[in-house]
């Protein structure tokens, strides 16, 4: 069974603090690990998509890595409009996409 | 290009009504799926479609059917509303098994009273 467990729930950070959210999966056959922001009412955006281990994505204040077993989007420098949930998914053999639980990141200035 | 339409954007249910939540792709997707987030959870896997024809569960399946007869919709059906049932939904696409973007519908804030 496909599964995606994220780390921590939620994060406060002050502004400028960098950090790292974990997104540890099992999955059998790695077809692409996605990474997502969302902000209140709102629905996911589009951050990343890594497909082997080793692989490594930067967009502005965001890196996202990924090795076998898991994968973290690193946050350098952040800022009060990077607070967020952060949502990683998985998708496996069976194509079906599963998504974590989230981390909620606050980023306090 | 539109996208993925779903809709309606709002409803409120009684318990025990039945509704279709509409979703709608122009993208040529294969794979289509249908989520549901309650508050401060992730998205859970309700049922998934890889190609016309072919549905398959996920997660939390019961309450909800689904059908694809076109690659562009993906209908949801709720049988019979519980209140357990208000959540947002969102339908998802994404192109076959080398697709690197999830496609989101805007949601469907649902209420079941």
């Known amino acids: 069974e496909d599964q995606v467990t994220q780390s921590p729930e939620a994060l406060r950070l002050q502004e400028g603090e960098s950090s790292s959210l974990n997104c540890s999966y099992t999955?059998?056959?790695?077809?692409?690990l996605f990474w997502y922001r969302q902000d209140p009412g709102k629905g996911p955006e589009f951050l990343f998509t890594?497909?082997?281990a080793g692989e490594e994505k930067e967009k502005e204040r965001l890196k996202a890595t990924l090795t076998k077993k898991e994968s973290f989007l690193h946050i350098t420098a952040p800022k009060p409009e990077d607070s967020a949930t952060y949502l990683c998914a998985v998708r496996g053999g069976a194509q079906k996409l599963v998504f974590g639980q989230g981390t909620r990141l606050t980023i306090n200035p | 290009n539109a996208g993925v339409t779903q809709t309606p954007k709002f409803q409120v249910l009684k318990t025990g009504q039945s509704m279709t939540l509409q979703c709608a792709q122009d993208m040529n997707h294969e794979y289509m799926s249908w989520y549901r987030q309650d508050p401060g959870m992730g998205l859970r896997l309700i049922h998934y479609s890889v190609g016309a024809g072919i549905t398959d569960q996920g997660e939390v399946p019961n309450g909800y059917n689904v059908s694809r007869s076109t690659t562009e919709d993906f209908p949801l059906r709720l049988l019979s509303a519980a209140p357990s049932q208000t959540s947002v939904y969102f339908c998802a696409s994404l192109t076959g098994a080398g697709g690197n973007t999830i496609y989101f519908g805007e949601g469907s804030w649902l209420t079941v009273v």
């Open positions: 890594l497909y082997s």
């Open positions: 999955v059998s056959g790695l077809r692409g």
